[in-house]
């Protein structure tokens, strides 16, 4: 079992929609939680960092950790064309800085 | 803020020989740094920690002799890739951790050993 799951997609939806993307994990000790959107050829980029259980805000992005769970999930309101990317979530347990990668979903955002 | 820079963004070499790629924080000061590795469609596979000033710390199957890292100021870390096979081709990404938890990626450079 891997670390950290992830569905690779591709999740096509249409423009406007709202986007659900969800990772589970193994690791109990994960408090670190992240979100990046990559690009095709290009280096991720950080949309969310959140610390332990909750909700966190962000214009059209909220993320969502349940450790009871061990269940986190980014939803992209008003989806746009451009937010089409794949999506990365992110993990790191206490004392160390090392992120456990899920696979990545791609994400279609059709016009 | 919190812009990390790669360079090359792309290269091509010959097989056996050496490239470097340099990472770059530009607007702050990182004293860990990590080098990624991504295969086609794949995720980031972690190969090394940078720690300024001192040695890198490789993750398992990482050959440290094969991918060398330095990181020889708050800004700047390097990895050499020596003696380059076709099976290194790869894109290789840098981040920087800023504070925290929080780290900052480069945009990448794609190697391709001929």
């Known amino acids: 079992q891997k670390e950290v799951e992830q569905d690779p997609g591709p999740l096509s939806v249409p423009e406007g929609a709202i986007v659900s993307l969800n990772c589970t994990y193994s690791n109990s000790a994960f408090q670190y939680f992240m979100w990046y959107r990559q690009y095709s050829r290009k280096g991720p980029e950080l949309l969310m960092y959140t610390y332990s259980s909750g909700n966190k805000e962000d214009g059209r992005f909220t993320a969502q950790v349940d450790k009871s769970s061990k269940y986190i999930s980014l939803f992209i309101r008003d989806s746009q064309p451009s937010d089409s990317a794949t999506y990365l979530c992110a993990m790191a347990t206490s004392g160390t800085y090392k992120y456990i990668f899920g696979t990545g979903t791609r994400l279609k955002v059709l016009a | 803020g919190a812009v990390v820079s790669q360079h090359p963004s792309r290269v091509i070499c010959k097989s056996g020989t050496s490239v470097k790629i340099e990472c770059r924080s530009l607007?702050?000061?990182?004293?860990?740094m990590f080098w990624y590795r991504q295969f086609p469609k794949k995720s980031l596979m972690l190969m090394a920690t940078?720690?300024?000033?001192?040695?890198?710390?490789?993750e398992q199957g990482v050959e440290k002799d094969k991918f060398l890292i330095n990181h020889a100021s708050l800004t700047l870390s390097t990895l050499t890739v020596t003696s380059a096979h076709p099976e290194d081709s790869s894109f290789y990404i840098c981040?920087?951790?800023?504070?925290?938890?929080?780290?900052?990626f480069g945009p990448g450079t794609r190697l391709t050993v001929t």
């Open positions: 607007d702050f000061q990182a004293t860990t």
């Open positions: 981040s920087a951790r800023l504070a925290g938890y929080e780290q900052y």
């Open positions: 940078s720690n300024e000033g001192s040695k890198a710390t490789y």
